[in-house]
């Protein structure tokens, strides 16, 4: 994978805003480079409290609330009290997961006649569907109630409009459109009572980019505050907000980076049982919760039971009050996680065995059909895919009526404005700048490929990996205490990166394969200096082992392999970080990329 390595170089007094927020000037360095300006953005960023949140109270003060909101409010008083059955229909992801969880505790929290549904992957597909309003008509369900999807459902929305259902949409995907013959872009809307999505272009609300969860945790705020006068009772749905945003990539800025920070501390000690059961299943009970862990090991297990089973068994565990039940189910859970993992490896090998040997690997776009494997991996698959090319990727197997695919992208290409150029190659499509999902016949699938490479502006230039290194910054600078600092600025993620150091001229000393799969490189880093830190790369020693074949020759890698010579003028991008064992606490650079 091709590398191209730069400095951030964004401009401010570092030294006169480090003496007012009593931080290092390194960490005011990197929150500048996070586009902040103003000193309060500073101050917030590092000590941002629930009360910088735009509540319901302050949006209505201040005239922001989201489009529809108070219409919709209005509606479920008018529902709950009469006692109108509510039917809420959720996505079966991590995020669908948790606005659902949300949403159905605050219906019964006030009262109101409510069951949750959530579509079959292979059945329905995703969101609301022409079956699924069917299905509520038949049991009698007055009002709908969408969360994490609904905003593309124009169709299926007006069919249960003209079946004298009541629909109230809450969102958070891109608004549908359609391009005019003369280039302009037409709005889609569908004929819903109340739509709350802060994406709409007339939606006053001040942050656009909510998870579905906090979408759905807005709406139960204001209805709390409507229903009891008192909106902080909301703030119980603070961890399930946090996992959503986490766990569906959302930028981790503004209102989602107060929304994780407190989440995970709320998680720490969570009151829910379910939840709880998770976390001890996942060995995490005595952990400092990072954005990692809800990334990387609890969020899998939520999405897994919507890939390889049904998200009920993950909704069925929030909801669960007995102990010995909830552990059973989380218990299920992680094996159902351990078996995607493999066929997601699987796949990756099967995908990659493709790209190879045919002419794939000459497009820009990659369109890869695999029809055997199980659709709710075709997303991860597709990431695994996106990392190793540096390019967009499309991988699709085969549904129950149709093909069906997800995708990921790179940043230099908006994935759902390219697929809207061709939106008649589709059944059904939708997502965001960076991934979509989409459902098409299976004869079209090469037409997909076709068009999208012959449409696409990429050049070589933006298959080059970019690697932004914060600060160029000696190992021997490294302090606990500024470790210590750098924790402050968790959580990181999408949006807010972890920061990244780099020095040059390293010599690499003491070279170790470890680990149980021998995938971890561990090694002593020595600067210009001559000062030494322990050094760690997590990333792949077999990765590792044909760089240095590259860059010193086969026999000389050996040699260095060996500890027979050391590696010298290495560039190394870093993370500092504490390695504790048996009571000895050392500093440590996490390595992240060389050259």
């Known amino acids: 994978m091709r590398e191209k390595w730069f400095v951030a170089t964004k401009k401010a007094d570092f030294n006169q805003l480090a003496q007012i927020l009593g931080v290092d000037p390194v960490i005011v360095r990197i929150m500048r480079n996070r586009d902040l300006i103003q000193e309060e953005e500073y101050q917030e960023y590092l000590n941002g409290t629930l009360e910088d949140l735009n509540s319901y109270e302050k949006m209505k003060k201040n005239r922001t609330l989201m489009k529809d909101f108070e219409l919709a409010i209005s509606i479920l008083q008018k529902k709950i009290k009469e006692g109108a059955s509510i039917r809420i229909i959720t996505d079966y992801d991590i995020d669908g997961i ?227 039940r909830a552990e059973e189910m989380a218990e299920e859970l992680k094996k159902l996680n351990e078996s995607r993992k493999e066929m997601t490896n699987q796949g990756v090998i099967d995908a990659v065995e493709m790209i190879e040997s045919t002419s794939l690997k000459e497009d820009r776009v990659l369109v890869v059909y695999l029809p055997k494997i199980h659709e709710s991996i075709a997303g991860i698959i597709a990431g695994r895919l996106r990392e190793r090319y540096e390019k967009p990727v499309f991988v699709l197997t085969d549904g129950e009526e149709s093909a069906k695919g997800s995708g990921r992208s790179i940043e230099a290409y908006h994935m759902f404005e390219e697929m809207t150029k061709i939106s008649d190659v589709f059944i059904k499509f939708g997502g965001h700048p960076m991934a979509a999902g989409l459902s098409i016949e299976t004869d079209r699938i090469s037409e997909m490929r076709r068009r999208l490479n012959e449409n696409t502006t990429l050049t070589e230039q933006d298959f080059i990996r970019k690697i932004k290194v914060d600060v160029p910054m000696p190992i021997d600078y490294v302090t606990e205490k500024l470790i210590r600092e750098l924790e402050a600025l968790e959580p990181f993620g999408n949006g807010n990166e972890k920061p990244l150091f780099a020095e040059k001229n390293i010599t690499l000393k003491k070279i170790n394969i470890i680990g149980k799969q021998k995938n971890v490189v561990k090694m002593l880093l020595v600067n210009e200096r001559g000062y030494e830190m322990e050094g760690i790369f997590f990333r792949g020693a077999e990765e590792f082992v044909g760089y240095l074949k590259e860059k010193y020759g086969k026999e000389a890698a050996e040699q260095i392999l060996s500890g027979r010579k050391d590696a010298e003028n290495m560039a190394i991008a870093y993370y500092p970080s504490v390695n504790e064992f048996r009571g000895m606490r050392t500093l440590q650079a996490v390595v992240c990329n060389y050259l």
Request: glycine share 8%; net charge negative.
């Open 98 to 324: 948790c606005s659902g969880y949300i949403l159905k505790q605050t219906f019964l929290d006030l009262h109101a006649q409510v069951d949750l549904e959530i579509p079959d992957r292979r059945i329905d597909g995703y969101g609301i569907n022409i079956r699924l309003v069917k299905k509520a008509l038949q049991d009698g369900i007055d009002t709908i109630v969408t969360c994490d999807n609904g905003i593309a459902a124009i169709e299926e929305i007006n069919y249960a409009k003209e079946h004298g259902m009541t629909v109230i949409v809450t969102d958070h995907h891109d608004i549908p459109y359609r391009i005019q013959e003369n280039g302009s872009k037409v709005t889609l809307r569908s004929k819903a009572d109340a739509i709350l999505n802060p994406k709409q272009e007339d939606c006053p609300y001040p942050f656009k980019n909510l998870c579905g969860a906090a979408v759905a945790y807005k709406l139960a705020e204001g209805l709390y505050a409507n229903r009891y006068g008192d909106e902080s009772i909301v703030r119980k749905y603070l961890e399930f907000a946090a996992i959503a945003t986490v766990g569906d990539v959302m930028s981790l800025q503004g209102e989602n980076r107060i929304f994780v920070r407190f989440g995970l501390k709320q998680m720490e000690q969570t009151k829910n049982i379910g939840l709880r059961s998770l976390i001890q299943a996942n060995e995490l009970s005595d952990t400092r919760l990072t954005s990692f862990h809800i990334g990387f090991i609890l969020g899998p297990c939520f999405n897994a039971s919507g890939r390889l089973d049904t998200a009920k068994r993950a909704v069925d565990l929030l909801f669960e009050t007995e102990e010995v």
